[in-house]
């Protein structure tokens, strides 16, 4: 249990999704002005969002847990480690805080606070690539707290540093975030009508992810005592 | 309390400040001549200013604090780490400390030791992004006292690298920085007229972060015996 | 002794593989897609593969150890740590694992799932550098293992990136790797037919730096025991 | 003390340093000839250099203390830390190492063993820039061992991937990969006959590093004690 209340908790994960879709709508404006090389703009929007998230885990994980994403909470939820309220209201927390970090993105870059997307994410290969990018964050998160708790802010950050580029859909891997990103029409944009199949993808890579890992992480020894 | 004397102490802060800025102003001289796209110069600034931060933390924190940034040092004024007087020195040595790290700068690109810059950086998408970036790096610190003291130099350093990109200015985030960026007329210079709101907008930044961060990280039991 | 079944090591052989695999040959794809600039896309083929690797190797250590790769493994039999009939299904695990990343990674970028790989790499230089490159990963595992286990994943994440550079090769250093990259016509594949130089040249370097490895790291007091 | 012996000691110099070379003129090779743009070049140079000295002063550290440089050895010295006779052995062994790297890099990419470089580097923004390089990597090593040994692998690694761009040198900081870059004529060579200016500033900012550190390190307790 958190020694933190839950007013605090869910500041916790607004404050942590705004500051993480910030970086990811702000390093991606940026890196798409400065450079004509796509793969250069991808650089410059890879680099601060793994950076971001080993900053803001760090930060934020002792308060609420740091998930920042509704399928993260659904995983923690299904292990019974939330309850259902308590996930709900993270959940609120999340887009909310998503929500406001495009805007106040948008605002230091003088855009207008809101815009809808018109980048089209869609397709077999996109959904594939989502649910691939979910179930490797959900299992390098389960592995780590099983493993390696104080890694779990690199672990993540750098996961998502990788996943940028192996998936087809640069990995979104977060409906909060995907949420946040269809209501910018900029480098990282999704059109809205692309948004249910993105996240249906997600929380499916989730779910597997969290049913993969809760046999293969059973050792030898845990497993004889629950036969 | 520090074991070092205020000598030391205060050579410490000009010292690291002068390294920072150093790093700041010569990799932004380097990475501008050797490139044409502003993104590739850009990763060729965020890059070792993110190193340096990690190494100089790690190196100087121990003997001064390692603040190196006038707005983090009223930050501990401000929660009587510090004193008015020590404040005020500390002030003094980054503010020369930083001067002297772009003069040594220009030297080693053979250009003039003092430059008035040309570069214009005002406006309001600018000073609202240097109030957020300021008030992320307090976060940043903040939390990171708080829970992980051994990982402030890495919070610092990554944080400074995703925050070049996610917002407006390229994150100047501390007044003696500015300063010194404002005497040289390179890559990453700012006219000395556009010093005074960016300025303001840092401290707005650390006050307000000190401010939602000395509530956010005031755990239940700790609150339960305040009452 | 891992405290896992053997079912359960060479899920994590071949789930470790398959994630190391699919982004080589994602990003590879990526990168190359968004980039006219050949070392932009190693650059974006080099951040992802350092970066997984990190991850991979704390998130599965504690399971199998990480090998994901056949010259690891051989290594760790001739060190008496693994058995003959283990090896052998390691090895197993990790080509079947490491073919699955390639198809993944086809299907996720709407590829063909196997294509025979057209690029030539072969002639001298290209052997000694997969010599050398397998030389210094089993030289940076074995002494990480010997002086600061907790190091290994760090150690072969960023021994990759570099490698990645000073290799005339790109440095493939496994041969479950390479043959993963023969069925993959995009710019990490290698020709089928070059397969066999590559392998052996890993399994060479693996096998000299075993050797010296065992007599460097033999302190001298344990020697003085020996004699 | 070292717990290995003097021959292993030097074998682990001259394995690092041939390391350290090799990767430094290896990855300048690949980096020079992928790109046109010197930026992304020095960026494909960075990167592996950065991360080759983590690996390599992780690695070795424990058998010989990884100086890998003539400067850092010369401090230690100094310091009273290795005896005369076992510097100058050191030293032998670093330029002998990094010769041997030179070679195995342009094996490796199919070049004559040894060329004389006719990359101009002198001048006394260039010498001045050494004499920074080598202060910084001397102070942090120096900071690092005092405050939290087990960083110095990540201080100096980070360190030269900021000092390859804040110095107008890309920071040699090192007479035996000085040396050693002088028999290469690619991205990372200098010609011959800048070599003793460019050694004499690196020596020059080792001792100024030292005497800085030697007084800023000494906390005022064992001051009070000493007087």
Request: glycine share 10%.
């Amino acid at each position: 249990m958190s020694a933190f209340d839950l007013p605090r908790r869910l500041a916790a994960e607004a404050l942590g999704t705004a500051m993480l879709v910030g970086t990811v709508v702000g390093s991606g404006i940026m890196a798409d002005r400065l450079s004509d090389d796509a793969a250069i703009s991808l650089i410059g929007n890879t680099i601060p969002t793994g950076a971001i998230l080993v900053v803001l885990i760090t930060m934020l994980g002792p308060v609420s847990g740091a998930h920042f994403n509704p399928a993260v909470t659904l995983v923690f939820w299904l292990r019974r480690e939330v309850s259902a309220a308590g996930a709900a209201a993270y959940v609120v927390a999340q887009v909310l805080g998503g929500l406001g970090g495009t805007v106040v993105a948008h605002l230091m870059f003088e855009l207008a606070p809101l815009q809808a997307s018109l980048t089209v994410r869609t397709g077999g290969g996109q959904w594939l690539a989502e649910g691939i990018a979910t179930f490797g964050l959900v299992a390098a998160i389960l592995a780590g707290i099983r493993f390696r708790a104080a890694a779990v802010p690199w672990l993540v950050g750098l996961y998502i540093t990788a996943a940028y580029w192996f998936t087809a859909s640069t990995s979104f891997a977060n409906p909060a975030v995907a949420i946040a990103r269809s209501v910018t029409d900029t480098f990282s944009g999704i059109r809205p009508v692309d948004l249910p199949a993105f996240i249906a993808c997600e929380i499916a890579g989730a779910l597997i992810a969290t049913a993969l890992m809760g046999w293969l992480l059973r050792p030898a020894v845990r497993q004889a005592l629950a036969e």
